[in-house]
Each structure stands twice: as structure tokens, then as C-alpha cells.
């Protein structure tokens, strides 16, 4: 199995180590770390560097753009130079908590889609209450993002997939579709098995029965769970089809071997 989008968190027990062997005594096999800002870009490949099985993305949350000047941009591409390097990332529009700078928020995310183009990497994208200009820009830029891009930790409605299954997008779930009241079936079984990825997206969302408390890749399986319930899967092949969507997405050869 592999957790797609999962943040490094003191909150975590352990730290980093604690993670990462939990997740592996787990048959996680495999990590993405998730920078949402320059100092976490850096930890995550460190981290990354260190273990096997474990990658990183790079890149300035929506909520950090004030900080997306060119000198970051240029140490986030200094920073993906590294075959554990997947994706710029996480980058996007957040509405719901910045309702104030949206035009700031639009500019980063352009500069790192800019980026990602120019690097010939994927794309991983936040994406809440913004569902008009982010449809908009990617119409823009999907096609000169020749790897793609993941809408993780889809929240968006039904018909809004579909625009964006057009335009190439992969689709990332976690924990809150194991809310009760999450009602996310019909929506994920309008995206094809193909463009699917399972996450945590820890320290946060972590699914039932942990909802509420600390997060982590180890909790993995109960949203693979889930995803096969949903898709009407057994479990096994759920987790075939999703490394191989892993591999096409970040276009790592780890993933087949893991
Ligand atoms: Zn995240």
C-alpha cells in the first residue's frame, strides 16, 4: 500500500522514525511526504533520502503564498533535483480560509504550475472553495503539465470531476471518506479506478475509528478499505491498480518494486 500525501508532524509519535516503521510494520510500503512551504520541502527529502520507499514533493500551500517569491521558487526547483523527487507540491487556491488574497494565492500557484512545467514533474493540488478558477487555470496549464496533476483530498462536487477527469486529473481520497455522513460514494465511483490514489493526508483526517486523533500513514489501510467497499473491489486488487496508478502518476519504478 502506499499513503500518497502525508505531512511530517511532531505530533507525530516518534517523529519521522516512528512514521515510517509503524507504516512499514503495517505493509505500507510506501511514503510520499508533502511539503506545503520551503522548510518542509526540505525536511520531507531529507527524510526522503534516508529511507527507502519513501518520496517527497516540494512546494508553497495556498496558505503560505505571501512567502512564493522568486527566491523560493528557485529553491524549490534546487530542491526537486533528486530522483526521490515526485511532484511540486502542495500548491493551489484555498478560499475558505483565504477569502482576502485570492489574487496572491493565484500568482503562486501560476509560478509552481510554471515549475512543475518547466521541471517535467506531476502536479499535487489543494483545492477548497475555489472551484471556478481552479478549473480556469487548469484549463490553462494542463497541457503543458505533460506528467498531470492530483486533486488530493477531493472535496468537490460530482460534475466538477468530470471537468476535471478531462483535463487528465488524478484523484486523491483519504480519511474523511470514512466519515459517517461523508456520503463520497457517488462521486468516487464516477472517477475510473485508473485515476485513483489512497492518502492520509496525517497529522490530519484521520479516519474512523482514530477520527479526531493524530493521523498517520499506518492508518492507511482503513481508507483502502473503504476505496474497495465503494468501488466494489476486493481488496487486493484495489491495492494492485492503485500502485500502478502511482507508478504512472509520479513515475517512479519503486512503486513496481515496493
Ligand atoms: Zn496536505
Do not use: W
Amino acid at each position: 500500500m502506499i499513503d500518497s500525501h502525508a505531512h511530517l508532524s511532531p505530533r507525530i509519535e516518534g517523529g519521522a522514525q516512528g512514521l515510517i516503521s509503524r507504516a512499514k510494520e503495517g505493509g505500507v510500503k510506501n511514503i510520499i511526504l508533502v511539503g506545503y512551504n520551503v522548510e518542509s520541502s526540505f525536511e520531507g527529502k531529507a527524510v526522503a533520502l534516508q529511507n527507502d520507499g519513501v518520496f517527497y514533493t516540494a512546494g508553497i500551500h495556498p496558505s503560505d503564498c505571501q512567502y512564493a517569491d522568486n527566491s523560493a521558487i528557485d529553491q524549490l526547483f534546487e530542491l526537486l533535483k533528486s530522483e526521490k523527487g515526485v511532484a511540486v507540491g502542495e500548491i493551489g487556491l484555498d478560499y475558505y480560509y483565504g477569502k482576502d488574497n485570492k489574487s496572491e494565492q493565484i500568482k503562486a500557484f501560476e509560478k509552481q504550475l510554471e515549475l512543475a512545467s518547466k521541471i517535467n514533474l506531476s502536479v499535487v493540488i489543494h483545492s477548497r472553495d475555489a472551484t471556478g478558477d481552479m478549473t480556469a487555470i487548469l484549463q490553462n496549464y494542463a497541457s503543458s503539465l505533460k506528467k498531470g496533476f492530483l486533486m488530493h483530498c477531493y472535496s468537490e462536487s460530482k460534475e466538477s470531476a468530470q471537468k476535471y477527469l478531462e483535463l487528465g486529473a488524478y484523484f486523491a481520497f483519504g480519511g474523511a471518506i470514512t466519515f459517517k455522513n461523508a456520503k463520497k460514494e457517488d462521486i468516487i465511483k464516477s472517477i475510473p479506478l485508473n485515476r485513483v490514489l489512497c492518502e492520509t493526508d496525517c497529522p490530519y483526517m484521520a479516519p474512523v475509528p482514530y477520527r479526531g486523533n493524530v493521523n498517520e500513514s499506518s492508518y492507511i489501510p482503513l481508507v483502502y478499505n473503504k476505496m474497495a467497499d465503494t468501488y466494489g473491489v476486493g481488496l487486493e486488487q484495489l491495492v494492485l491498480q492503485i500502485r500502478d496508478n502511482a507508478y504512472r502518476f509520479f513515475g517512479k519504478k519503486e512503486f513496481i518494486e515496493g
